[in-house]
């Protein structure tokens, strides 16, 4: 089922269309800052969420689906890079796309729109065809914002946290069955981990995160981060349920900025 677009600023429109070059290659344009809330998050996690949009629309087109029970949703990062600091934040997507079994991996990446030698972002993204049930709930517009996620700590690197059933977000992420963004997920998963303020992060690296189960809102669940042994800039982390049933996890690396000189990640 094709990802439609609303009118204005808008999350599901970060990755701005994408278009077929070849049967197994396609292009698009990415605006980070397209969604009137991205100045909320951090530019890694936004440009993951911008990929995982692109990959998702590959996969519809290629795969020619129009049965609407059914998404192609991302399921897993095999690999993601990302430089956190760069100047424009409208960008190209490129990538290529090859059929895993019953998934498809994209391998795409993003550049400046005047200089596609500058990667300032990269991703092996799989997905794969996922059935939504519709929710029961109630979809009526909300009447009010209030934050996207409440986060309470534990004890040591373990939290609760919640995501906000009624943010706006989640009439768009999606109308029949609310789904918490993986993207985002992984934004807050990165800020806790952070041992530094956002505007000293430089690059952040991800390596086998997997999409187990949904997060829904308005459901309660618990993250834990392992750091590595003398090292307080890289980890793993994991999502459960308040049933222990793993949603997600994945391994994170951070660097941080030591000058001003920030580039690309090639």
């Not at 009624?166 to 963004?181: D, G, I, M, N, T």
Request: glycine content about 6%.
């Amino acid at each position: 089922m094709a990802i439609s677009h609303r009118v204005g600023p808008n999350f599901l429109g970060i990755c701005q269309g994408i278009a077929l070059t070849e049967s197994t290659a396609a292009c698009g344009q990415i605006n980070i800052s397209h969604w009137d809330l991205a100045h909320n998050y951090l530019k890694p996690g936004l440009l993951l969420e911008a990929l995982h949009q692109f990959a998702v629309r590959f996969a519809t087109a290629v795969s020619k689906n129009t049965d609407p029970t059914w998404r192609y949703l991302p399921v897993m990062v095999e690999q993601f890079d990302s430089a956190a600091n760069f100047d424009s934040e409208l960008l190209r997507v490129e990538g290529h796309i090859e059929l895993i079994n019953d998934a498809y991996r994209i391998h795409c990446k993003a550049t400046p729109r005047d200089n596609h030698r500058a990667v300032i972002a990269q991703a092996i993204i799989m997905v794969s065809k996922v059935y939504l049930p519709e929710s029961a709930s109630d979809n009526a517009p909300p009447s009010f914002l209030g934050d996207l996620y409440n986060v309470s700590p534990l004890t040591g690197d373990t939290y609760s946290f919640s995501f906000n059933a009624h943010h706006p977000l989640f009439q768009e992420h999606f109308p029949s069955r609310a789904v918490c963004p993986g993207s985002l997920l992984i934004d807050m998963v990165l800020s806790l981990a952070s041992c530094e303020t956002a505007e000293n992060i430089a690059f952040v690296a991800l390596e086998k995160v997997k999409f187990i189960e949904a997060v829904y809102p308005g459901n309660a669940y618990l993250l834990s981060i392992k750091r590595d042994a003398g090292c307080d800039s890289g980890g793993v982390f994991y999502i459960h349920s308040e049933t222990k049933k793993r949603c997600t996890c994945g391994k994170f690396s951070i660097k941080y900025r030591k000058d001003d000189a920030i580039c690309s990640i090639l």
